[in-house]
């Protein structure tokens, strides 16, 4: 075979980035953080195919004006993306016609039509769960891998209508409220008007406080302050208490609806969920012990929700009275974008990847049995077309020439993360910007994943820019995390710089006093969680984490967006 051939037949084929055709096709590709550290090679293929399908089923569903979707590239164990920009004027107003009709329905009903796709989402996984994986034969296992397939693209279609419906919302709200009366979404006054939402996540969150509550009460404090995590497991088993404090947390997480069903690394398969490794939600439990049973997370929430109904209120009271309507159903979408966040990452990602994970590691240990490869995790290092065709009869093939060489490279790609933010052909970032991102319109991509770019002020005198998430000043310690796994090392109080956050990072918002981030806009988790537990939040550094280093005393305004470095 020759090497070209090669290079066309690998992880994702017909998603590889190929550079000399790619460019010239749609001249600027960014950077997507979700994939910090790299990704394996069979989580970036359903991605690239099935996330790449719900963008573009949502951008027709909702007819967006200005955006078709987006393609997607696989480079180096990273996520690149493009957008397929509508530039035709009379395109996109018949486009915006049927997008207005599309979204009353989100402004009137949202929460009755998100009730609607979550009792479908679970539906589906308890088919998924149902499956006995360690009896079935071959062909049963085959069969299920189908399963999970179908079940991962309709988990998309789900994920993004609602996402874009929201996060339209927030856009046009952004464009009016700057037109009309001079603020952004960056402003507090904005931020305090779409945070303190409810959701099923902050509910689990909820009850990890309730646990460390119970772990206080039955005088098993010291034993979750004083161990880690997976000490704390063992421990927990040389007492009656303790034996009983874990019985009561297992069955949680058996028998809740979500509880167990939460991947500890949202975008990949290759970390544990909750309900696999209890140690990670027992480290969210440990957490709170350590913040103290005076805190008090419900009256947290309270207080964030009774803030929102005062700055809405004094927003509209600069409303005339025939608008107020219009401004308040804006609101109220936009401020689904905070909920809808964390909610869908729960119900759609975490809980799809670790039935998913479930899936495929069987069929990795079936693998390991017919000697196809080596370890059930190698099954990760393959693509679904290559599990096709080996899973009826894994015996008749050594599939460890594939294996080994695409681990030597993922292990590579994790190491050095040498991805760049974008590979454009045009002058400068900032036209790249302004030619290929902007003019899409695209709220997901201008407001969550890309961001906008950093408004420098020289006057400042900042050592770093970024843009403001969550507004508020703060001084401490920074602590540079790339890996769910290195936020064990997060001290309370501390400044939590990093390339991007996600759900299964939402608990160590509340004992950090700041975060910073390299990538993304005023909807990204980081940006939406910052503004929920009110901590300063400066997003899309773009060099953060290459420039911040742990142990630096560094000093924010998210305000401004700006980052002083104290030390000498």
Known sequence: MEEQDLKIWDAVPGFEFKEEIDIPEMHSWFHVPFSIPAWTPLFAWHWMVYDAWGVQYAADKLSLP??????????????????????????????????????????????????????????????????????????????????????????????FVPLYAANMGWLVLDQMARERFGITDKDPEFQDMVRGFPNRIYEVDKKMWEFGRLASDMGLGNLFKENDSQSIVEKLQDSEKGREWFKEFMNYLETDETGGWRMRRMADFNEPYWLEDPATPIGVVKGYVQKGVDYDLEATRAELSAKRERAIAEFLSRVPAEEKDVWEGLIRLAGKSSSYSEEHNLYCELMAHALMRRGYLAMGRRLVQKGTIDAPEDIFMLNPEEIDRVMLVPEYHDMRWI????????????????????????????????????????????????GELPTVKPELKADLWGVCGSAGETEGIARVCFVYDDLKDIRPGEILVCPNTNSSWTPIFNSINGVITDAGGTLSHAAIIGREYNLPTIINTREGTSKIKTGTHIRMDANEGAIFILDA
């Not at 998924?128 to 693209?153: I, P």
């Not at 900032?430 to 030619?435: C, F, H, P, R, T």
């Open 66 to 159: 200005r955006c078709k979707g987006w393609p997607l590239r696989y480079k180096n164990g990273g996520l690149y993306c493009a957008f397929y920009i509508v530039r035709d004027k009379d395109e996109i107003d018949e486009r915006e016609v049927k997008f207005r009709q599309a979204l009353a329905p989100w402004i009137e009903d949202f929460d009755g039509l998100w009730a609607g796709y979550k009792r479908e989402l679970l539906d589906i996984y308890g088919k998924l769960k149902a499956v006995d994986l360690e009896n079935a034969s071959d062909f049963e296992l085959a069969e299920h891998h189908q399963d999970l397939k179908m079940a991962c693209k309709r988990m998309w279609e789900i994920h």
């Open 403 to 450: 294996t080994k060489r695409r681990k030597a490279a993922w292990e590579e790609e994790v190491r050095t993360m040498s991805n760049p933010p974008m590979f454009t052909d045009r002058a400068s970032p900032e036209e790249a910007v302004g030619m290929d991102l902007m003019p899409s319109g695209d709220s997901m991509a201008i407001k969550l994943v890309i």
